[in-house]
């Protein structure tokens, strides 16, 4: 592809896509930007042209709204004519008290993580097998590795991103559609900034660069930073028992 490429971007909003689309920016890239906040939404897209990016077109609405979606993407198809990249970085991080005590804050945490963010992925996957190429990349979490009793609501709904993407992976393995799933550990963000951040916080723009090198090499699993493909390999192994004693 010769041409800068053309990105619709789900999430537009959050801290960790942000900082991806300057770097798509700096190239040229062409977008249709999707999130919840309309105003920020709105500074997003005026930042990401000043960087030397082309907004092709915005839309702003409740992402719990499915039926939204189909019309969203014909909207992104007409404005970008071919999407080299779908990019999913939507989402909320509950408080896990609040879902063990509110069925209500559960539900909330699978429709904002689960079911809103599969009924996205299946449209836009439908999409790129259309056209026959494409990458989709989704920004998912370390949280779905092994269920922790600290956030076990939230990684339930992440696991199943995880095993949707898995899928998919195995659907376009003969194609040239590339499925990439994006696993941050922790990240300074407005999602965490009532935690309290440790030696193995990251931020945006120092996991930016990585996913983007991800996206354009297709990889599979992309854990940022690096090491949290390690620190989830032991967390995974641990037995049941000894997890249970850790404050995690």
Sequence with gaps: MNRSPHILVFGANSAIC?????????????????????????AIADDLVARGGAVAGTAAYDFNDWQQH???LQRAREALEVIDIAL???????DQADCESSSAALKTCMD????STAVIIGACAQQLSLQGRGTLAVVSSVAGDRGRKSNYTYGAAKAGIDAMLQGLRG??????????????GMVVSPMTV??????LWSTPEA??????????KGRS????????????????SLPTAVLAKLPV
């Design 70 to 72: 189909d019309i969203c």
């Design 88 to 94: 999913v970085a939507h989402g909320s991080l509950p």
């Design 112 to 115: 904002d993580n689960f079911t």
């Design 221 to 236: 699993v992309c854990y940022v930073p690096g090491y949290w493909r390690l620190i989830m390999l032991v967390i995974r």
């Design 18 to 42: 942000h900082a991806l689309l300057k770097l798509y920016a700096a190239r040229g890239a062409r977008f249709f930007l999707v999130a919840r906040n309309p105003a920020k939404l709105a």
């Design 194 to 199: 009532n935690m309290t951040h440790g030696a």
């Design 171 to 184: 659907r376009f393995s003969s194609t040239p559609v590339k499925v990439v799933n994006i696993k941050p």
């Design 207 to 216: 996991i930016a660069p990585a996913i983007y090198r991800a996206i354009a």
